[in-house]
C-alpha cells in the first residue's frame, strides 16, 4: 500500500471521527480547565451565592457582580484555606497593587462570602 493511500486513509478515520465527538458532545456542558484556578473558579460560578448580612459600611453585593468578581480575580492559593472538608475557603485577588480582595468559603451547594474589600 502507497504511501498516499494510507494518508488518505488516516484523513478519512480522523474526519469521521470529530464529526461522531462533535454530535457527542454538541449541547453538553463540557470544558477543559486544567489549572488549578481554572477548575476552582468553574466550581464557585456553579453554585448559589449567600450573602452576608448588610453592613452600612459596606458596597452592596449583587449575585452578577460577585460572579464577574470571581472571573475577573486571582486565586491566590497561598491565603486560601483549601485542607477544611467542608467549607474551604478562597482569597481571590482582584487587584494586587491596592489589595482589593474577595473571601469566599465553598460549601457543597452554596458559596458563602466571608470578606470582601472593593474600595
Do not use: W
Not at 38 to 51: E, G, S
Not at 63 to 75: P, Q
Not at 94 to 111: G, V
Amino acid at each position: 500500500m502507497k504511501v498516499i493511500d494510507r494518508f488518505g486513509y488516516y484523513l478519512g478515520g480522523f474526519s469521521v471521527g470529530l464529526i461522531f465527538l462533535g454530535f457527542v458532545f454538541s449541547g453538553k456542558k463540557t470544558s477543559c480547565n486544567y489549572g488549578p484556578s481554572a477548575r476552582v473558579k468553574n466550581n464557585l460560578l456553579q453554585k448559589k451565592i449567600a450573602f452576608p448580612p448588610s453592613d452600612n459600611n459596606k458596597i452592596f453585593l449583587s449575585d452578577s457582580l460577585v460572579r464577574s468578581l470571581i472571573n475577573a480575580g486571582v486565586i491566590n492559593f497561598s491565603k486560601s484555606n483549601t485542607k477544611k472538608d467542608s467549607c474551604r475557603t478562597y482569597f481571590i485577588d482582584l487587584d494586587l497593587e491596592n489589595n482589593f480582595y474577595l473571601e469566599i468559603a465553598n460549601c457543597p451547594k452554596t458559596i458563602k462570602i466571608i470578606d470582601f474589600k472593593l474600595h
